[in-house]
C-alpha cells in the first residue's frame, strides 16, 4: 500500500547516507519514527531489530506474517518480536511492498546459488558479523543473526507457493518510514549484492533519518 509521509526531511533530529556494504547499527527509542532511503532506486536494505532492553527478543518473521495474514510487508504492517510484541509499526512507504523471506544474502549462499567463486564476494551476513563485533556493548553475536527485513526488495511467491527474485519495484527516492513501539536496536545492511536483481546488479547508497 502506497502512502506518503507527513514528515520532512528538514525536521529530521539525524540523517546519514550508509554506502551500499556498509551496516548502520543504532538505538531507535519507543516513538521515534526512522525512514530508510532508496537514494537511487532498486537497492535491497536487508535489516534486523531486536529490542535494546533484551536483545533475546527480536524480530520475528513468522509472528509478523501470521498477525497480518500477509507475506507482504507495507504500510500498516506492525512488526512483532518473538515475544508477540509489537515493535514497531510501517507507518509511510512509497514503495509498496518489502520482503521478509528470502533472508539476508552470504557467501555461503552466493555459492550454491551463483557459483564457486562467488565465495569471496562481500555479503550481508558479513555485514552484520562486522556490526555485532565492532558493537560489543550489545552482547550479541554470530548466533544473534536471525530472521530480517528486505526492505525495497522484491520476492513475489507463485500461485505454487515458489519464490521468486524479481526486479524491484523501487525507483529513487522511494521510501519506507517505521514508528518504533519500543526501544529497538536497529541493524542494517546495505546490500553489496551482485547477482541477484534486488540491487539492481549496481549496489548503492541509502539514506537514514530520525525524527523525535
Ligand atoms: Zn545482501
Known amino acids: 500500500m502506497i502512502l506518503e509521509s507527513q514528515l520532512s526531511p528538514e525536521n529530521a533530529s539525524y540523517r546519514e547516507v550508509v554506502l551500499a556494504g556498509d551496516y548502520?547499527?543504532?538505538?531507535?527509542?519507543?516513538?521515534?519514527?526512522?525512514?530508510?532511503?532508496?537514494?537511487?532506486?532498486n537497492?535491497?536494505?536487508?535489516?534486523?531489530?531486536y529490542s535494546a532492553a533484551d536483545p533475546?527478543?527480536?524480530?520475528?518473521a513468522m509472528d509478523t506474517i501470521r498477525h497480518q495474514?500477509?507475506?507482504y510487508l507495507t504500510a500498516g504492517t506492525r512488526l512483532i518480536s518473538s515475544e508477540g510484541r509489537e515493535m514497531l509499526e510501517i507507518t509511510a512507504?512509497?514503495?509498496?511492498r518489502h520482503d521478509?523471506?528470502?533472508?539476508?544474502?552470504?557467501?555461503?549462499?552466493?555459492t550454491v546459488r551463483y557459483a564457486l567463486e562467488k565465495k569471496c564476494m562481500h555479503a550481508c551476513r558479513d555485514s552484520y558479523l562486522l556490526a555485532l563485533m565492532q558493537n560489543p556493548h550489545f552482547g550479541m553475536d554470530k548466533r544473534d543473526i536471525t530472521h530480517n527485513i528486505n526492505f525495497f526488495m522484491n520476492v513475489p511467491v507463485t500461485p505454487e507457493g515458489g519464490l521468486t527474485f524479481a526486479?524491484?519495484?523501487?525507483?529513487?527516492?522511494k521510501y519506507v518510514e517505521l514508528m518504533a513501539k519500543m526501544d529497538v536496536i536497529v541493524l542494517i545492511?546495505?546490500?553489496p549484492q551482485l547477482n541477484n536483481p534486488c540491487n539492481a546488479y549496481n549496489p548503492t547508497p541509502i539514506e537514514v533519518l530520525i525524527w523525535d
Open 189 to 191: 545492511s546495505n546490500c
Open 24 to 41: 548502520w547499527m543504532q538505538v531507535v527509542k519507543s516513538g521515534q519514527t526512522f525512514r530508510i532511503l532508496d537514494l537511487e532506486g
Open 100 to 110: 521478509t523471506l528470502g533472508g539476508a544474502c552470504a557467501t555461503e549462499s552466493n
Open 43 to 49: 537497492q535491497a536494505a536487508d535489516t534486523l531489530f
Open 93 to 96: 512507504d512509497t514503495c509498496g
Open 167 to 173: 526486479d524491484g519495484i523501487s525507483a529513487p527516492g
Open 56 to 60: 533475546a527478543e527480536r524480530y520475528s
Open 69 to 71: 495474514g500477509n507475506l
